[in-house]
């Protein structure tokens, strides 16, 4: 017994074997090797076969070859079902590789929109420094009035000597009408004038948004280094509970990039309906030096 007879110890296959492929005579061959042949799956049960000077069957029909042909079919569906398991870990190593692939784009977009803003607007730190140099007074509400007019709406800051605004001190900065009026003072005549509005409803949205401002005035900041100003800004609450008008009550700020930016974030904040008189609401906000 050679070394292909060995592979098959139980049923040997002895002489020279030919088959057909086809319209091809192959052969001849050992008879282990044409076993090789049969379980590999190079040939099957309806190949035909013959011993060298004999006649052509079918390997169904030759006794010899009955009993290696079902071990062969029951090899034929384990390597089947191999292969299915291979084939369906392949797939979803794929998935995963897939999905791996897709994160890593993500992140790696995330980091490069966070180099971009880094790059554009400095760390995150300098940006709480920044948010750090502004401040915010308390909020004056009052009802509105018909006060401001066309030429009113730029407000006359006086220079001292130096060419410096003076420090706030609680008066309001007259317009072209020439009227000046404090701040607590007109407080407190607004009461005497039916008020439908809700004070602490107002207060409570101005107390939670007003730092939503702060980007807007960052982004002054840096397109003005140095910057150093008392800016109030005064807006009126329509009925709806939106914000109708924006006044910025600094002539170097009166209208631009500020006061839109001031006026779109404004826009957002939930005040609710009401009926009646219409509010107002002042906020003084201090940028740079004596902000803290």
Same mark, same amino acid.
């Given at each position: 017994?050679?070394?292909?007879?060995?592979?098959?110890?139980?049923?040997?296959?002895?002489?020279?074997?030919?088959?057909?492929?086809?319209?091809?005579?192959?052969?001849?061959?050992?008879?282990?090797?044409?076993?090789?042949?049969?379980?590999?799956?190079?040939?099957?049960?309806?190949?035909?076969?013959?011993?060298?000077? @004999?006649?052509?069957? =079918?390997? *169904?029909?030759?006794?010899?070859?009955?009993?290696?042909?079902?071990?062969? %079919? $029951? !090899?034929?569906?384990?390597?089947?079902?191999?292969?299915?398991?291979?084939?369906?870990?392949?797939?979803?190593?794929?998935?995963?590789?897939?999905?791996?692939?897709?994160?890593?784009?993500?992140?790696?977009?995330?980091?490069?929109?966070?180099?971009?803003?880094?790059?554009?607007?400095?760390?995150?730190?300098?940006?709480?420094?920044?948010?750090?140099a502004i401040a915010v007074e308390p909020p004056v509400i009052r009802l509105a009035k018909a006060r401001r007019k066309?030429?009113?709406?730029?407000?006359?800051?006086?220079?001292?000597?130096?060419?410096?605004?003076?420090?706030?001190?609680?008066?309001?900065?007259? @317009?072209?009408?020439? =009227?000046? *009026?404090?701040?607590?003072?007109?407080?407190?005549?607004?009461?005497?004038? %039916? $008020? !439908?509005?809700?004070?602490?409803?107002?207060?409570?949205?101005?107390?939670?948004?007003?730092?939503?401002?702060?980007?807007?005035?960052?982004?002054?900041?840096?397109?003005?280094?140095?910057?150093?100003?008392?800016?109030?800004?005064?807006?009126?609450?329509?009925?709806?509970?939106?914000?109708?008008?924006?006044?910025?009550?600094?002539?170097?700020?009166?209208?631009?990039?500020?006061?839109?930016?001031?006026?779109?974030?404004?826009?957002?904040?939930?005040?609710?309906?009401?009926?009646?008189?219409?509010?107002?609401?002042?906020?003084?906000?201090?940028?740079?030096?004596?902000?803290?």
């Amino acid at each position: 017994m050679d070394a292909r007879d060995a592979q098959h110890p139980e049923q040997p296959l002895g002489g020279e074997w030919l088959y057909r492929k086809g319209e091809l005579v192959l052969g001849p061959v050992p008879g282990a090797k044409l076993l090789d042949k049969l379980y590999a799956g190079d040939i099957n049960g309806q190949t035909e076969v013959a011993l060298v000077g @004999g006649d052509f069957e =079918r390997i *169904t029909q030759v006794d010899a070859l009955r009993v290696h042909l079902a071990k062969a %079919e $029951a !090899k034929w569906r384990v390597d089947a079902l191999e292969r299915r398991v291979h084939d369906r870990a392949r797939r979803q190593r794929n998935v995963r590789l897939t999905l791996l692939a897709a994160v890593a784009l993500v992140v790696a977009g995330a980091a490069g929109a966070v180099a971009r803003y880094m790059a554009v607007h400095g760390t995150f730190d300098a940006a709480r420094v920044e948010e750090a140099a502004i401040a915010v007074e308390p909020p004056v509400i009052r009802l509105a009035k018909a006060r401001r007019k066309q030429q009113d709406e730029m407000l006359d800051y006086p220079m001292d000597k130096g060419g410096r605004r003076p420090p706030a001190t609680g008066t309001r900065a007259t @317009g072209t009408g020439g =009227r000046s *009026t404090g701040g607590a003072q007109e407080d407190t005549d607004d009461v005497s004038i %039916e $008020a !439908k509005f809700d004070r602490g409803s107002i207060q409570s949205v101005i107390a939670q948004r007003q730092r939503s401002l702060y980007p807007c005035f960052a982004d002054e900041a840096k397109r003005s280094p140095g910057l150093a100003e008392r800016i109030p800004i005064e807006f009126v609450i329509g009925n709806d509970g939106q914000v109708k008008k924006l006044w910025v009550d600094n002539p170097r700020f009166a209208e631009g990039v500020l006061q839109e930016c001031l006026m779109k974030e404004l826009q957002r904040w939930p005040f609710r309906p009401y009926e009646g008189q219409q509010a107002t609401v002042g906020l003084s906000f201090t940028i740079g030096r004596g902000a803290g």
